[in-house]
């Protein structure tokens, strides 16, 4: 099976822009899951997503948004980009077969810049 | 905030050397998870443990659960110059969806 994809893999933004990241979960998987990096603050959960609808949400302002598609596929978007927004965003995804074991498999990760 | 807190930072060893990284956690678990990362990549899944079992074995890692005293550790026995990378603990809280929560990691060197 083919793993988590996610595109793009870098991007460069000014303050001010808004930008799309879009997440291609494992085959048969049902759940996506956002994470952000930085050296400062480390691995932080963004938002969860499971047959479109957004199951949980980490503390980020609503500037930070999501979305799930049927098939699975899902995009995150940040509007009016920080300097702060500079991290590696990584997306998770997991079958989700309704236990709360599941395992998470995380993607390459796109690092955004924000200039 | 994070809610686990990894030590040592840092672990600096030779190969063939035993390395060992712990972690502690804050709240009740359902599970707790340990990921390696290289170089600013993505995160790979070495191994789950559930909040009932207290050892877990797969190939040279070993981990051990301690929720009495929330806290877990990993032991990558006879490292390799390519186990260098960091290591993050990840808890699912209970109800917690899906929702990890990370530790701080610890970044491992193993010289050849």
């Known amino acids: 099976k083919a793993g988590v994809t996610q595109t793009p893999r870098y991007l460069i933004k000014t303050r001010g822009q808004q930008v799309t990241l879009s997440c291609s979960p494992i085959s048969g998987h049902r759940s996506v899951s956002w994470y952000q990096q930085t050296p400062g603050q480390g691995l932080q959960f963004l938002f969860e997503?499971?047959?479109?609808?957004?199951?949980n949400k980490g503390n980020f302002p609503g500037r930070f948004s999501g979305r799930q598609f049927s098939n699975s596929r899902s995009e995150m978007n940040v509007s009016t980009l920080e300097l702060g927004d500079s991290a590696l965003y990584l997306c998770?995804?997991?079958?989700?077969?309704?236990?709360?074991?599941?395992?998470?498999?995380f993607g390459p990760g796109t690092r955004l810049t924000v200039l | 905030s994070q809610q686990g807190e990894e030590d040592p930072q840092a672990l600096s060893i030779q190969e063939g050397e035993n390395a060992t990284m712990n972690c502690s956690y804050k709240t009740s678990i359902n599970n707790l998870q340990w990921y390696r990362q290289n170089s600013g990549r993505g995160l790979v899944h070495l191994i789950l443990i559930r909040s009932n079992e207290r050892e877990k074995h797969s190939g040279r890692l070993r981990v051990t659960l301690d929720t009495s005293k929330k806290s877990s550790s990993l032991l990558i026995t006879a490292s390799r110059a390519a186990d260098t990378a960091s290591y993050f603990c990840?808890?699912?809280?209970?109800?917690?969806?899906?929702?990890?929560?990370f530790g701080t990691g610890t970044r491992l060197l193993v010289s050849p």
């Open positions: 990840a808890t699912e809280k209970r109800g917690g969806f899906q929702k990890l929560v």
């Open positions: 998770a995804s997991s079958i989700s077969s309704g236990s709360t074991t599941d395992t998470q498999y």
């Open positions: 997503y499971f047959s479109e609808t957004q199951r």
